[in-house]
């Protein structure tokens, strides 16, 4: 007979690699959870795991497993949404990953609503530029740029939203007009940090001209803000932010005006949970009474 210990331990290691990392996940010793992967792999009669510098690997009798006790871990998550749809609250952790802009623009200015309604739903928003797997739980919604094109998944699109280049007036004051995309040339930009892009979506700049002067790069939206606000350069921002900043003044609006998607994505095996179906209808609802500004 198997123990649920064992196997969520197994599960928690194969998404963790590390056992100081798995031990902080699951709150027990690192010690408790190499004697639960030994007792498992002693009732299996198999190895599941290979020992390397860079932590545990699985073997191929151990990504089979994954399969079997994924199926486990969604029955035990359905066990447990089930007694709660008795009760009028629902309860856990969502992890959301997402980007900074939607997430600190938007997102969080709804969440008092959304504790009026689910006060013990705890929502750990992930607000960068970082990939995220759902698979290795690293995240249990993700709103993503597009549609996955593979995965065990649920996706729909949320709205487009567009980017728009932008500067400050004190800026523009000082420089040549701008007429024309081939002026940009002669002018300082603001951008990501180039080899910190995870995602090709983001990648403005390439869409107007691959050579142009950027003297300031970060992995964090609200530090170009910043930027373009105080002269430093121009920058592709997103409208529904950089629109509400006085200072700022579209650059070219009918030649540069780049739209894009969040989706929003969870993995099969949550769908069905009561506490993300919960954060869905929030994410999806909010983005529905914001689509007009984007």
């Known amino acids: 007979m198997f123990n649920w210990n064992d196997i969520n331990s197994f599960l928690t290691l194969s998404r963790c690699s590390k056992l100081n990392l798995a031990s902080k996940k699951l709150k027990v010793e690192p010690t408790t959870i190499a004697r639960r992967i030994s007792r498992l792999e002693n009732n299996l009669g198999s190895d599941l795991f290979n020992k390397s510098p860079k932590g545990y690997i699985l073997t191929e009798k151990g990504l089979e497993l994954v399969r079997y006790a994924e199926k486990i871990e969604n029955e ?10 008795s009760s009028p609250k629902i309860r856990g952790k969502v992890r959301i990953s997402v980007g900074e ?8 200015k709804y969440l008092n609503n959304f504790y009026k309604k689910y006060p013990e739903i705890e929502i750990e928003l992930l607000a960068d530029t970082k990939s995220r797997s759902l698979s290795n739980r690293e995240a249990d919604i993700l709103i993503a740029l597009s549609r996955p094109k593979k995965g065990r998944v649920f ?4 709205c487009d939203y567009h980017v728009k280049l932008y500067g400050s007036k004190k800026y523009k004051k000082n420089l040549k007009r701008i007429l024309g995309l081939k002026d940009l040339s002669n002018h300082n ?32 939206l609200r530090s170009q803000l910043q930027a ?3 002269g ?12 509400k900043e006085h200072d700022l003044i579209p650059v070219l609006p009918n030649y540069i ?15 069905n949970l009561q506490r993300i179906k919960a954060v869905t209808t ?3 609802e909010i983005l529905k009474i914001e689509k007009n500004n984007f």
């Open 257 to 271: 005006n780049i739209k894009r998607e969040y989706w929003i994505v969870v993995h099969e095996n949550l769908h």
């Open 232 to 243: 430093v350069g121009l920058g592709l921002l997103h409208s529904f932010i950089a629109k």
């Open 155 to 158: 996706s729909w699109k949320l």
């Open 189 to 220: 930009f603001v951008s990501y940090v180039d080899e910190l892009i995870e995602f090709p979506e983001l990648n403005y700049l390439k869409e107007i001209n691959k050579n142009l002067n950027v003297i300031f790069s970060s992995n964090s």
């Open 282 to 284: 929030f994410l999806t």
């Open 76 to 85: 035990i998550f359905g066990i447990n949404d089930n007694f709660l749809k």
């Open 228 to 230: 373009v606000k105080n």
């Open 101 to 108: 802009g939607l997430g600190v623009e938007i997102i969080s």
